[in-house]
Structures are given as structure tokens and as C-alpha cells.
């Protein structure tokens, strides 16, 4: 007799309980935010990314002095389809505009960060630099937003691999680590130090709440696939 009862109020409420469901992922996906950041240092491709997404071609550019804004839907060319209107945000990577980054990281879904893979060796020091700065930046952390670091350029002969590229820069950002935070400690500062991965141990992308993928791509050869489907499952997936 417990039993049946047990039985029956079971059957009762996992139908309440799947509604709720429905209704708190509905009004979840709602509130989310639907921003892609393209950053990137200066010719790394991010104007060439903005307009093959936008209008689905190439055009000229020009060093950018100011951001590029629009809405995109992922479909057509993408394997995972979205019908969701996405914002996305060029910000120039000249060095003196490129802070501008973080007035958008409160309504930002995820980042897209493009490096020139074809020159990366030389300029390893200011792309760790330019990362660090993002992943350091206190609501990137808060919010762990998650990062697609996009190898651009892979058409040229003289572009590396993206675990390369990775462990280049992994390498890079543990000196960096170092530096910044000693440089702290001589002022005596009382300010927080966002200090990236775990302290015992060399910097791994891997140690770090967001997520961070690598992939590579070419904008000019429109080898972008990796780009449409990481931002389609970060919609999918309510990251
Ligand atoms: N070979 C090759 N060239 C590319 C690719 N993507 C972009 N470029 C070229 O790289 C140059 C710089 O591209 P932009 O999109 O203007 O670079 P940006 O990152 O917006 O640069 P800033 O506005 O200065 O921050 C242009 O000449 C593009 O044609 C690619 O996949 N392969
Ligand atoms: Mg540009």
C-alpha cells in the first residue's frame, strides 16, 4: 500500500519536475549573452574575419582605428546549425586601442583571439602579452569566459600547427607570469594579482577555468568551420 503511494506521487511529480526543467533552460538561454569578441594583435585577421562573417566575402582592409559591430546567424557552411542572432565585436589590436576590449566583456558570450601563425615566432612576446591581459582580466575570470584561440593564416608556408603555436606560447606566458608578478611585489602593491594557473606548477592552458581550444584556420582560403562551430556550440551549449 506505501508502495503504490510512493509509486503514484513519483509518477505525479517527474512531470513537474521535467516542466521546471524546460522552463528554467528556456529562460536561461534567454538571458544569455550573445557577444563574440574578435581580439587579436594588428593584422592577424580579424577585420577579414568580421566581414567573411558578417557578408560572407573578403574585402580589402586597413589597420582599424575603431571597432566593427554586427549580427550574424551560424548556418549555411556550419555543420551545427543555429538560428540565433550573434553580435560580434572587431576591436583594433593597435596597442593603444585594444583595451577597449574590456567595456565589452560584461555583455561577452566568448572570445575569439586570432594570431598570424605565419609570424608567430617573432611576435610570441606581445601575443602573451595581449593574452594574459584577457585572461587576467577579473570578469573574464569571474565569468569564465571561454576562449578560442584561432591559428589564422594556415595557408602560408611558413605557418606552425596550433599545439605548437600552444606550447610556444604556454612557454611564454610562464616567464610572463613571473616577470608581472615580481614586478608586483617590488612596488609592495596591495592591488590583487590575477595570477594565471597554479602556482606550483609550470603555466598549462589546461589550469585555467575557462576553457580554451585551439584550432587553426585561414579567412582567405574561407577555412572558417572551426569558427562557426565553436561559436554554434557555445550557443548550444549555454556556456
Ligand atoms: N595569407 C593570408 N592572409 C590573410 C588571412 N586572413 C587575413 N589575411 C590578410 O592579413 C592582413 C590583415 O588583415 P586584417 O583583417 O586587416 O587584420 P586586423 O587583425 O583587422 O588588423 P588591425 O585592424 O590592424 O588590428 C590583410 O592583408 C588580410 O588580407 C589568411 O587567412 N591568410
Ligand atoms: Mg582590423
Same mark, same amino acid.
Given at each position: 500500500?506505501?508502495?503504490?503511494?510512493?509509486?503514484? &506521487? #513519483?509518477? +505525479?511529480? %517527474?512531470?513537474?519536475?521535467?516542466? !521546471?526543467?524546460?522552463?528554467? *533552460?528556456?529562460?536561461? /538561454?534567454?538571458?544569455?549573452?550573445?557577444?563574440?569578441?574578435?581580439?587579436?594583435?594588428?593584422?592577424?585577421?580579424?577585420? &577579414? #574575419?568580421? +566581414?567573411? %562573417?558578417?557578408?560572407?566575402?573578403? !574585402?580589402?582592409?586597413?589597420? *582599424?582605428?575603431?571597432? /566593427?559591430?554586427?549580427?550574424?546567424?551560424?548556418?549555411?557552411?556550419?555543420?551545427?546549425?543555429?538560428?540565433?542572432?550573434?553580435?560580434?565585436?572587431?576591436?583594433?589590436?593597435?596597442?593603444?586601442?585594444?583595451?577597449?576590449?574590456?567595456?565589452?566583456?560584461?555583455?561577452?558570450?566568448?572570445?575569439?583571439?586570432?594570431?598570424?601563425?605565419?609570424?608567430?615566432?617573432?611576435?610570441?612576446?606581445?601575443?602573451?602579452?595581449?593574452?594574459?591581459?584577457?585572461?587576467s582580466n577579473k570578469e573574464?575570470?569571474?565569468?569564465?569566459?571561454?576562449?578560442?584561440?584561432?591559428?589564422?593564416?594556415?595557408?602560408?608556408?611558413?605557418?606552425?600547427?596550433?599545439?605548437?603555436?600552444?606550447?610556444?606560447?604556454?612557454?611564454?606566458?610562464?616567464?610572463?607570469?613571473?616577470?608581472?608578478?615580481?614586478?608586483?611585489?617590488?612596488?609592495?602593491?596591495?592591488?590583487?594579482?590575477?595570477?594565471?594557473?597554479?602556482?606550483?606548477?609550470?603555466?598549462?592552458?589546461?589550469?585555467?577555468?575557462?576553457?580554451?581550444?585551439f584550432e587553426k584556420c585561414?579567412?582567405?582560403?574561407?577555412?572558417?568551420?572551426?569558427?562557426?562551430?565553436?561559436?554554434?556550440?557555445?550557443?548550444?551549449?549555454?556556456?
Amino acid at each position: 500500500m506505501e508502495l503504490s503511494k510512493f509509486i503514484w &506521487s #513519483l509518477l +505525479l511529480t %517527474l512531470p513537474l519536475v521535467a516542466i !521546471a526543467a524546460i522552463f528554467l *533552460s528556456l529562460f536561461k /538561454n534567454r538571458t544569455k549573452k550573445n557577444t563574440f569578441l574578435i581580439l587579436g594583435l594588428s593584422d592577424s585577421g580579424k577585420t &577579414s #574575419l568580421f +566581414l567573411k %562573417l558578417r557578408y560572407g566575402k573578403l !574585402a580589402q582592409t586597413h589597420t *582599424s582605428m575603431k571597432e /566593427n559591430e554586427g549580427y550574424i546567424t551560424i548556418g549555411n557552411d556550419g555543420e551545427k546549425l543555429t538560428k540565433e542572432s550573434v553580435h560580434i565585436v572587431d576591436v583594433p589590436g593597435h596597442e593603444k586601442l585594444r583595451f577597449k576590449f574590456s567595456d565589452f566583456v560584461p555583455i561577452t558570450r566568448g572570445i575569439i583571439f586570432l594570431i598570424d601563425s605565419s609570424n608567430c615566432v617573432k611576435n610570441v612576446r606581445s601575443i602573451a602579452e595581449y593574452i594574459y591581459d584577457i585572461l587576467s582580466n577579473k570578469e573574464v575570470i569571474r565569468q569564465r569566459i571561454h576562449a578560442l584561440i584561432a591559428c589564422n593564416k594556415s595557408d602560408m608556408i611558413t605557418a606552425l600547427p596550433p599545439d605548437r603555436i600552444k606550447t610556444m606560447l604556454e612557454n611564454e606566458i610562464n616567464r610572463l607570469r613571473l616577470t608581472r608578478t615580481a614586478a608586483l611585489d617590488h612596488q609592495d602593491s596591495s592591488e590583487d594579482v590575477e595570477f594565471l594557473g597554479y602556482e606550483s606548477e609550470d603555466f598549462r592552458f589546461e589550469h585555467l577555468e575557462n576553457e580554451i581550444q585551439f584550432e587553426k584556420c585561414s579567412i582567405e582560403k574561407g577555412e572558417i568551420l572551426e569558427i562557426r562551430n565553436w561559436i554554434a556550440e557555445s550557443l548550444q551549449s549555454g556556456k
